[in-house]
């Protein structure tokens, strides 16, 4: 079976830059006022971390906002039924004029989480590849008969559909050699996480190698890059605040891994580090602050950002 294209979604002549979005509106909107240009959610069911569930919090950035791209970053999609995946973030491109971008994740590392929806944990690989397809044939608006194995439906018809042809652009997250295939043969653009410079310009290479055997073109892909950033002008208070934040979300250790997969200390340190990620092949950013203040948030928006926007051209797209 021949993999459909990835739909076109023009890349800008600089980096897009985004953030993982603040939980408190007003600075949700000076965010936007700054020149963000993007805001993204993510949440698990039930993790040990406390959070929120993605797809309702979307509904509510959708609202805080007039401007910016909104996403998931990222949903588990093999815990939810396509179908209702599929109607919220329909009615979502509508409500927000086509600033949608739907990101995708199989996870597996809460266990708890697929017990509670009664989803098989080894599944979610395979459910994932099902749904993804299948809900782009929803989006066409037309009555949709899917024989399964996972999801078998008849006569399903999803209206309105999304102003956005096609639907909003499905972009596959992970880090192992199965996401990237996934990418690759079934989604709109990549967004790994934890990864090093020199690790995402391989995995662009992968996904570029696995796209051209399958004989899919990748015109308007999406190459985001997933990094926590802390930035500071003492680099070492940067570089403990940021262990601090990951140590807790991630609960380990991350302290020896900042060097590879994040970006912190000064601000020319911190731009420094993230051009190296443009320079790997990455479009756009999606920054996950480890500070969640609004001195931290105008220090990204208006000194970083400036300084990655500025950055030549992108290597690896040429």
């Not at 008969?145 to 006569?155: E, I, L, S, Y």
């Not at 880090?175 to 653009?189: F, I, S, V």
């Amino acid at each position: 079976m021949t993999a459909p294209d990835a739909r076109a979604v023009p890349a800008g002549p600089r980096p897009r830059i985004g953030l993982v979005a603040p939980g408190d509106a007003a600075l949700v909107r000076e965010a936007e006022t700054l020149g963000a240009d993007s805001l993204w959610v993510g949440g698990h069911l039930a993790s040990v971390n406390a959070g929120v569930e993605p797809l309702a919090w979307l509904h509510r950035l959708a609202g805080q906002t007039e401007r910016v791209a909104i996403g998931s970053a990222v949903l588990l999609l093999p815990l939810y039924p396509p179908a209702l995946v599929a109607k919220q973030l329909a009615d979502l491109d509508r409500i927000t004029g086509g600033r949608v971008v739907l990101g995708i994740g199989v996870g597996g590392e809460y266990p708890a989480e697929f017990s509670a929806v009664q989803v098989p944990l080894a599944e979610r690989g395979r459910r994932t590849d099902e749904a993804i397809p299948l809900m782009r044939r929803l989006w066409s608006g037309f009555p949709v008969d899917h024989a399964g194995p996972a999801f078998p439906m008849t006569g399903v018809r999803l209206q309105p559909p999304p102003v956005t042809p096609g639907g909003p652009p499905i972009v596959v997250a992970g880090r192992q050699a199965p996401a990237m295939r996934r990418a690759a043969l079934l989604g709109d653009g990549w967004i790994p996480y934890m990864y090093s410079p020199r690790r995402y310009a391989e995995s662009v290479a992968a996904i570029r190698r696995v796209a051209e055997e399958a004989g899919r073109e990748l015109t308007g892909f999406r190459w985001l890059a997933y990094v926590p950033v802390c930035v500071d002008d003492d680099a070492q208070r940067a570089r403990r605040d940021a262990a601090a934040f990951l140590g807790g979300t991630y609960r380990q250790d991350l302290d020896p891994m900042l060097d590879r997969i994040a970006a912190v200390g000064t601000p020319a340190q911190v731009a420094a580090r993230l051009r190296e990620y443009v320079a790997a092949g990455a479009d756009e950013l999606v920054l996950l602050p480890c500070r969640r203040d609004a001195d931290h948030l105008r220090a990204l928006l208006t000194t970083v950002a400036p300084a990655v926007r500025s950055a030549p051209g992108r290597g690896t797209r040429r």
